[in-house]
């Protein structure tokens, strides 16, 4: 799988989304138009034989037009409605599903074994950890929800992470990520906005019904035949809506089949090439077979198309499931599974523990040990299509990296205030060791005594793992109240800027946490994607590549040499080397904001020069592993897996 690749796939797939919305909107201009033909000529009495003899008395192009510009700003308003209802991402899905977010700190074993599960998936795929929600349901299921990798969620359900075992629960997070990674999170978010302008003449529908209802006493007791007429019409007005209300909901669990169907074949065998192990994802199919994968809320049709499995039922479910049966996807994944279901409900405890020692002896057969690659122009290429992609041996690494890091720290990481602690003390410089206990006091006083007694314990080399620090970090500072993050920003603030200079490693430091905690707080606004060349942000990637050389090289003559080899692997011949001295903080910021707008195409040849000019002097520091970390969460895109897993010096 080629993340780039599959991201123009579903963008595509976006463009035939839109075309089959434009069919069914058509479908219902033309229903609408029928609806109120026959109620004009049922109210003058006029038969279909006279109507069909003189249609210009009844029927003009005014009145054709004005039915089609109202159902498609009925149907817009609609839509964008609730696009902006789903503009915080992920987060608003789960809170609409009955979710709340898992914290570590209060979570139960189950509850941090998934935890664990998807912090592992993340950094393994060098992407923000994704805020995780649980939902009480005790059906198997789960889904994956955001705009960007910044806001994305995902959430379980209880029974998820009572009835599957490890190897299953990573199959179902592997599965999710695999819809992160090939673009069908941003487009099911898409897909359910846009279907509620579809859905939302059929409500207006009901609450006419609704109101008729409440006022049916006064229609009956009422001895005036023009109310009763008047009720009448009423009555007609919203069954007829509904009508056509009905037709939009099979368009739409339509649509949503078609999309969703397609997507999670696909995801079921990208979760086997992450996890290398396919009775994980399959066992969790044979579980939801045995127990159910069917959600409580009132909202789950909505978001349907959103689950790992089949999450509502449907009189038309052969026709209108948005997921294909698991018998399909299970034979997909074992093609010579014999069909049986296991039951469940009489393994005894010995069996499951055998179970458990098998999938581990046999997860060892397949581990494969991976090998160092030095630099080359095919390397880099290699680390291009390694974007997006994880294996299970990457998991294993980021498990031993975690186990590496001293007890004090990965405890503090559980707690919002030990995981502030955590964070500053990477940017803690002794020179200024006064002021900065005193801002801290200032702003937050009860963080003060957790520093201080943090500082005095064994935490050598924690910015070398800096960026595995932060990413653990992130879950538990997700916790924060929006009050509270601001002040911890204001230290951030003081922390970096105490010195008067602010370093690559500060800056990229500083956006690898803000971004995903203000995307989740509703802080940050998505940004609209504007450039669709390279010549667009010509200016902005020259500042970008040249401060980087710089960087890199104490020399300038060096750094304009790996200017320009970059630009010439780039096929970039336009861009032009920028001095030291013409380049400042804010002019880099400035830069960095626009290349945060380049459209996906534009975000990959762009990435691809900043991996090339980090390996141009064939090593990786501290300072330019935390940029690439940095670089890839302001473009959208996953890390390489060297990046991701690398321990820096």
Known sequence: MNFFQEQAHARRHTMWLVGIFSLAVLSLIFITIVFLVGLLLYSESVGLNEFLAHPAEYLDLKFLYGVSVGVILLVGGGSVYKYSTLSSGGKAVAIALGGHQVNRNSAQTSEKQLLNVVEEMAIASGISTPTVFLLDDEGINAFAAGLTLDDAVIGVTRGTVEKLDREELQGVIAHEFSHIFNGDMRLNLQLTATLHGILLIGLIGKFILRSMSRTTHSYHSSRSSKKEGGGLYLLVLGAGLMAIGYAGTFFGSMIKANVSRKREFLADATAVQYTR??????GALKKIAYYSSELSAPAAETYSHLYFANGVSSMLSSLMATHPPLD?????????????????????NQTKAQKEKAVKREAKKEEVKVKKERFTEGAIAAAMMSVGQVKEEDVEKVQQDIASLPPAVLKRLEDPLGAQAVVLSLLYDKAYKQLLFEKIQELHPYLLLEFASFMKEENKGLQ???????ALSLNALKSLSVEQYKKFKSLLDFFITIDKNVSLFEWSLQHIIERPLEMHLGLRKVPKTTASNLGAIKEEVEILYSMLAQAQYSDESEAKKAFDMTKKEMHAGALQYVPLDAIDHQRFINAVTAIERAKPAIAERVFEGVLHLIKSDGKVSKSENAFVHAIAQLMQVPLPR???LEKVD
């Open 277 to 282: 192990y396919p009775r994980g994802i399959s």
């Open 328 to 348: 399909d996807r299970i034979k997909k994944i074992e093609p010579r599974w014999n069909g049986r279901f296991p039951d469940y409900g009489k393994l005894s």
């Open 464 to 470: 070398e793992q800096s960026a595995l620090v932060v």
């Open 642 to 644: 060297e990046f991701s």
